[in-house]
């Protein structure tokens, strides 16, 4: 199992009416027997990273290939055949079918996987024996607790051995202890031709990962030069889902505030002119940007500062008000 | 797929239970129904097959000798036995009148030359021989010897007979002819009809021959509403038991949402949840259609119409049954195919 190379990976969709772009331009491989931990915070993108990974959502652009699988150009069966043997999935709420027992959960992903009836029930009793649950077999998902949920869902995402493992915020629902043993199970997971995904806010899961990839934009460093920016008419400061670390002062002329919509259009939202600021969310929430910014028809231009320099610069913007200027008009 | 579908039906087995047992008395009904309209539609031929005519002479204009009361004299049949086309010919008259037995009962009366055309078969007792004696359909709870008090006539039960009934489950008295014709023309030597076996090649110019055919259509012009009426309300059964069983597989459906995701996401194929819920769909169905055979049974035994259940009326229940159960998974389906897969990966 060679890993995953994701290229140029940019996925785009719609919510309530305007144009979200969680992942852009992303380029990045994993190796084989790797635990890779997508870090981020609630809305960076790791779901829809993780999403992808699984082929369940289609990417705008750009491509993910696994072993010698283009997963991006699956369609029909063989994105069946690639959701049933390459990837496993962890889910952030478990996902097991309720009415089933834990062996039965894990049953019924080998049965879909082609395994005879005896076989999948020798193979689910000896994956959960694996998992520490050997004395839970008949147990409905009902009768176990949070950590033992999440322990039968890796044993029915590996019920078929595949190379991939993704899990989403896999201890999301569990308490400290429960966490443990979890994070043990997946650590194990990444050896010798398995590579396994984790999506996470946990920082705790830091020290298990080989790699840690960070989807949260990091804001600028706390001082560095301010930016001054010359924009022809026309021209875009920064693009709505672009990463976001600076807070803009327009010294000249007028800035557009545009909302792409989903379809390609857009939605003025607001216009700034000298000596009003805009785009200080971002940073201040390490959030990407929700809007376009660029030059109205006479050109503008605009000084960035870091976070700390614009507040140093302006003594009344500690976060209570600059909140509450974003509140009056100025969408970041 | 049968193990989710199986295990999910144990897993909610109450709501199941509940719907079931619903469809059952729905599809008892519907039952029920099939099985009166089945009497009603056999009376008729049975009845008509009873006199075992060739052909039936009646007044001309007349439809047919069950629905119109139009006389002629009786002694015409013995003229038609001249005719050489002719075997045997018998007047009958058929009217109708009211058995005072507890409580009064509606009969028809069929008044025949005793051992002639028209004669019925009886279960127990004999045939009527003579005057002042009476066969009679069972379902007017009578025995061999009792006495039936019928208009002016107080006559002696002789014979009963199982499914001598017309107009739509009414109990059949058979008397002699004589009686009939007190009861019904004052004494009057007159008939309603001939029943010919043979053919007459020429009849009186008042008279006109009406086939079997012909008086069974006739007769079945009374019950054609009613037959209607419970196709319809049989139609409207079925469509309510897809209801039923449709609501809760829905139900279910929606309940099961995320677990469409999850199966989707990791590449269970479309037709394998649909084929679950079709399958538990149908179990469903079959199961009440099971159950509704008893049901049918007991409440057919308690109806004062008799309600005639024959393998044909169980096979068409199952086959319905099994449509019923196919036609209810389509909306589960519907909700199960349009599921996202990625909703597997919405939080809790």
């Known amino acids: 199992m060679p890993g995953v190379e994701i290229r140029d990976l940019t996925i785009e969709y719609s919510s309530g009416g ?14 084989d027997g790797e635990l890779v931990l997508l870090l981020g915070a609630s809305g960076c993108g790791k779901t829809t990273l993780l999403s992808t990974l699984a082929s369940i959502l289609r990417p705008t652009s750009g491509s993910i290939v696994v072993g010698d699988t283009e997963v991006t150009a699956l369609r029909g069966e063989a994105l069946a055949e690639y959701r049933r043997h390459t990837v496993g999935i962890v889910f952030q709420a478990f996902n097991l079918i309720p009415s089933l027992t834990a062996r039965d959960n894990v049953v019924v992903a080998l049965r879909g996987g082609g395994v005879a009836r005896r076989e999948a029930r020798r193979r689910a009793e000896a994956l959960l024996l694996q998992v520490d649950l050997g004395d839970r077999m008949q147990h409905r998902p009902g009768d176990l607790s949070g950590g033992q949920q999440q322990r039968v869902a890796i044993a029915r995402a590996i019920a078929l051995d595949p190379p991939l493992v993704v899990a989403d915020e896999p201890t999301a629902h569990l308490d400290y202890i429960q966490v443990e043993g979890v994070l043990r199970l997946l650590r194990d ?31 600028a460093a706390e001082t560095r030069p301010p930016e001054s920016h010359s924009l022809a008419p026309g021209e875009t400061l920064f693009r ?81 008000t600059l909140l509450e200027g974003a509140a009056d008009a100025v969408p970041d | 797929m049968w193990l989710i579908s199986r295990c999910d039906l144990v897993f909610r087995r109450r709501r199941f239970v509940i719907a079931v047992l619903v469809t059952a008395l729905v599809f008892g009904m519907a039952l029920i129904f099939d099985g009166v309209k089945r009497a009603v539609q056999n009376e008729v031929p049975r009845i008509v097959g009873l006199f075992d005519a060739d052909t039936w002479v009646v007044r001309k204009g007349v439809t047919g000798p ?19 086309g002719v ?30 055309l028209g ?33 002016s006539k107080n006559l002696r039960v002789v014979g009963v007979g199982d499914q001598l009934r017309y107009n739509f489950g009414a109990p059949t008295v058979f008397l002699d002819i ?37 008086v069974i259509s006739d007769l079945n012009r009374i019950t054609k509403p009613g037959v209607q009426t419970i196709n319809m309300i049989s139609v409207l059964l079925w469509i309510v038991a897809i209801g039923i069983i449709g609501s809760i597989v829905y139900l279910n459906a929606l309940e099961r949402t995320r677990d469409f995701a999850v199966l989707k996401a990791t590449g269970s194929a479309n037709r394998v949840i649909v084929g679950g819920l079709a399958l538990q769909s149908l179990f469903l169905s079959i199961v009440a259609a099971v159950l509704s055979v008893g049901v049918a049974i007991v409440v057919g035994l308690g109806l004062p119409f008799p309600a005639e259940l024959e393998t044909a009326s169980f096979v068409q229940l199952f086959g319905i049954a099994i ?9 589960g389906a519907r909700r199960a195919l349009t599921t996202d897969p990625a909703l597997a990966f919405a939080g809790a």
């Not at chain 1, 305007?18 to 190796?31: G, H, L, Q, T």
């Not at chain 1, 080989?210 to 989807?215: I, P, S, Y």
């Not at chain 2, 009886?122 to 019928?150: N, P």
């Not at chain 2, 004589?178 to 007459?200: E, I, N």
């Open chain 1, 18 to 31: 305007y144009a979200v772009r969680p992942i852009d331009e992303m380029s990045m491989s994993f190796a």
């Open chain 2, 119 to 151: 004669t019925p078969p009886v279960d127990t007792g004999r045939a009527v021989r003579h005057a002042g004696e009476a066969v009679v359909d069972e379902t007017l709870g009578l025995s061999v010897g009792d006495r039936l008090a019928l208009g």
């Open chain 2, 323 to 331: 449509l019923v159960g196919l036609l209810a998974s389509l909306i």
């Open chain 2, 178 to 214: 004589s009686d009939a014709q007190l009861l019904t023309f004052d004494g009057q030597d007159l008939a309603m009809a001939v029943v010919v076996r043979g053919h007459p090649t020429r009849l009186p110019g008042n008279l006109a021959e009406v086939s079997n055919d012909r």
């Open chain 2, 87 to 116: 075997k045997r010919a018998d007047p009958v008259v058929l009217a109708r009148g009211v058995a005072r037995i507890d409580p009064d009962k509606d009969v028809n009366i069929v008044g025949y030359r005793p051992g002639g």
């Open chain 2, 66 to 84: 069950f629905t119109t009361t139009a006389v002629f004299p009786a002694d015409v049949a013995s003229k038609l036995t001249d005719d050489p």
């Open chain 1, 189 to 219: 997971l990444a050896q010798p031709g398995r590579v396994v995904v984790v999506s996470t806010h946990d920082e705790r899961l830091l020290p298990l990962a080989d790699r840690v990839v960070e989807l949260t934009p990091r804001a």
């Open chain 1, 240 to 320: 709505q889902g672009d990463a976001g670390d600076l807070v803009y002062v327009v010294d000249e002329g007028v800035v557009e505030i545009i909302r792409e919509l989903a379809g390609g259009g857009e939605e003025l939202l607001t216009t700034i002119d000298p000596p009003n600021y805009f785009g200080e969310l971002a940073p201040m929430f390490g959030l990407r940007r929700a809007a376009t910014a660029r030059a109205a028809g006479s050109g503008a231009s605009v000084t960035g500062y870091t976070l700390r320099d614009f507040r140093g610069q302006r003594r009344d913007a500690d976060t209570a």
